[in-house]
């Protein structure tokens, strides 16, 4: 029939249009997708050769059975292509999903690539992914390869003597606050806070001391939760007495001891050479 025709027609100019652009420059495309921990938005960007066809994107469900989600970008000057996918009602298995991205109307090996991205309950887990036959031409197999997360670390710095203790600290997660609590002694709460990172990850939160629930000495425990996972959850301790600061052997403390130790030092020797026999 003539629309049988015209598909074939338009299938050949597609694929010859790819073959002619690659023939002139190098072979294949290149993609990645990645999303934080909890994040309902998986970002795939990627690179092709080819920048005069059309990209198009599927996504299938952990069983294969579904088809979640569609999208269609055209690639910049220099080849380059993003697009976004929200995480909805559709997602409802938890697994590896398999996004699909292919260049033309025609499957070919050198311009459709494949990357998984593992959800768990409606939200990402942390994903950095790259798949590529951009060098070779050549494509391999891919299996699910998922970032490694590097946690939540904390610190604590106050001054003798201080009202105030500065937590600073740094997470591979940007999408979700940071809850810190302060826990006295005797195991009350006594302080909440909410703080957001920054793009790069760091974040600082001031917590003041003094007060009705700060009359117990002893060691408070600031506790900074951004997940419920053992990774994203750090504590460190302070010692408070009289509601003031006693920090522990932390800068400041070293700093003073550094110069007390000189000082002994220094009268010692003046000491000794002031009842040295003089002849």
Known sequence: TSMAIALMALSLISVTSIQQDVFAQ??????????????????????????????????TSPSGNTVVSVDQVS??????????????SLWAENGFYTITVMQGIQQNSLYTLEVLVEVTDGMAEKTAITESNLETGIF????????IDAGLEIYAEAVL???TI????????????????????????????????????????????GGPLWTQDGFYTVTAQQFDDPKYTAST????????????????????????IISIVAITAKSRLSIMPRY
């Not at 690639?75 to 909805?88: H, L, Q, R, S």
Request: charged share 20%.
């Open 237 to 260: 301790e302070v010692d408070i007495e009289d509601g003031v600061v006693v920090p522990e052997f932390g800068t400041i403390a070293a700093m003073i001891l550094a110069v007390a």
């Open 161 to 163: 003597g201080s009202t």
């Open 75 to 88: 690639p910049d000057a220099n080849g380059d292509f993003v697009t976004e996918f929200k995480i909805g």
């Open 26 to 59: 190098s072979l294949g495309m290149a993609i990645t997708a990645s999303a934080d921990k909890g994040s309902d938005t998986i970002t795939v960007t990627g690179k092709t050769i080819s920048n005069i066809t059309d990209v198009t994107f599927k996504v």
């Open 166 to 209: 500065e937590v600073t600290g740094s997470t591979d997660r940007v999408s979700q606050d940071i809850t810190f609590t302060v826990t006295a002694p005797n195991g009350n709460v006594i302080s909440i806070d909410q703080v957001s990172p920054n793009l790069d990850g760091e974040f600082i939160s001031v917590i003041t001391t």
């Open 140 to 147: 391999t197999s891919i299996e699910p390869n998922v970032a």
